[in-house]
């Protein structure tokens, strides 16, 4: 049994990586914070609006998404090489700008499109929502992978690598660079931005995301237009996904969405404390998974994971409205004060 | 949006399919009096309802069907009907929450749609979810988003409408309270609390006393009527018809169509009374103890 646990190296483990290997872990725990932020921050939204499972199905039909945007991207290219006679054979180029920015319009495009599908689907037949998801996700996700292995020459791309991206490699992509000084590697920064601006936008337009997932007939009557507070919502959890998808996988994406949030919500019933919980569940979850994958060598996404998914079992335990401690704590006190002995036995003596 | 139009060029396609429907919506044999009756020689302003031809249908089945309907100011105004009437949708297409398939209506001399900041609304208690993290406060704040730009926060002065409009349905000792740790009655308190807070001219409450004890009953109908004092017009969507006519100024008879608009006084008769609920004998002999109870 001991040969199954690694042993625990307390040097190697938890002084390491903050100290002498700090430039690789430094930013994988960063790359990690920026992802469980954003996606809890958005999921907190999610949750409220009993939306929480979308999250998961942008993150699996983007991948129909991602194919054409490569497959138009490649073509562009093709013929754009053919134009000025680049042999692409010689001289690969091509996952340059454009690649980035065909994949990335689209993934938006199917995050959108996905949203649309099951509101289309929930709202026009008699098909409720969980359902209107599965018919969705599962449907979009199948046409991604008949594209890829369909057009395989073609498609530097698969369905594994999108869902299983690995968080660990971060350190070795190529950094971004100011002049001559390099900043951090370019996934870190996209990210960085992204968690920034979901973060500015959840400030900035906080009133209108509060009223419009409590009561939207109260929001319209407003001027707030509730829709398009939807649509707009969804397109930036596609925009999340997206980022976080090919440097962490779906996983890690997936799970944050909603662990952060659902934690929160354990421990408060205050909303703005509830998203600076659930930031905090994200720099807790992410230190915890980091370390925990270094002890066992493993997948630091998924560790990530497991770790949020630790820190909600201890706030289910601990939380004060709903922990499984205070409650027993409370019924024993209770049952402490009433005279329970005696109506116990009267019964069982009338019978 | 595109569908939505498919299915719009669709209607118009095929008029037989909606004639179809039509026939299947209650007959009702009078003749309508002028829209206008109780609001002649009124600014067009200051008329604070306004509707004209109204048809809204759900899936190609019209819900409510050519209601025209105009609303003096400072009244306290019930809509009753049977099920399935349309009353909760009436007030739902009168806010520009769902798609009309015909006619138009007005608030205050101006489009619904552009004019709802004069306007307060009370859903039903059972549309929102009161596991919701906010707390008693913050729902009655959201009342005062409408008066706030983009990008404002509430300060200091509407924190201090907020604590008025609590004080004045007594749930102040409740202000920091979370929602989901309320009775039926306080929620309604809530609900209402918020829709004082939007400070609007017109109010809309559906269902306000649905689920709700007598007291709180008897305290939120002397606010309404503190309302109407101040010259405000209130809409109210109401299911009890004993009750119906002591609280009431005036009343909206809704069965499809528009039965009758008038004062409580000389719409609600037995006659009418049965012209809108139909052959429903329960409520009809309902309807024949309540005018009863009225002469007496």
Redesign the interface.
Known sequence: MSEMIPALDWQAIFVAPWTTEFSIYGWIFLMGFLVCAACGLAGNYLILRRMALVGDAISHSVLPGLAIAFLAANAWTNRQAAGEGIDLAVEPSGHGISYGFAIFMGALIAGVLTTLMIEIIHTRTRIKQDAAIGITFSTLFAFGVVLISVYADKVDLDADCVLHGEIAFVSIQPFFTIGTYQLAPSPVIRMGLVAFLTLGLMVVFYKELLVSSFDPGLASSMGINATFVHYALMCWLSVIVVSAFEAVGAILVIAMLILPGATASMLTTRFPIVLMLSLLHAAASSVLGLHLAIWLNSSTAGCMVVAGAGIFCVAWVFSPSQGILPNWLKRRQNSKCLPSGEIGTETVGES | ML?CGLEQLNNMLHPSFMAQEKDKIPRIETTPPPANRWTKGLAVEDIPLEIHDLTVAYHHKPVLYGIDLAVPPGKLIGIIGPNGAGKSTLI?AI???LPTDSGWVQIFGKNNRKN??R?G?V?QRE???WD????VM??VL?GR??K?G??K??GKEDRDIASACLEKVKMMPYADR?I?NLSGGQQQRVFLA?ALAQESDLYFMDEPFAGVDAATESSIIGLLHELRQKGKTILVVHHDLPTARNYFDMLVLLNMRLVDFGPTEEVFTYEKLQKTYGGRLTILSEVAEAVRQNKG
């Open positions: 569908l739902k806010m520009g929450l709802l900041k306007v609304y859903p549309s929102v979810d919701f993290p906010v707390s913050d729902v959201m988003y409408g706030l983009l990008f926060r509430p979370q989901a918020r």
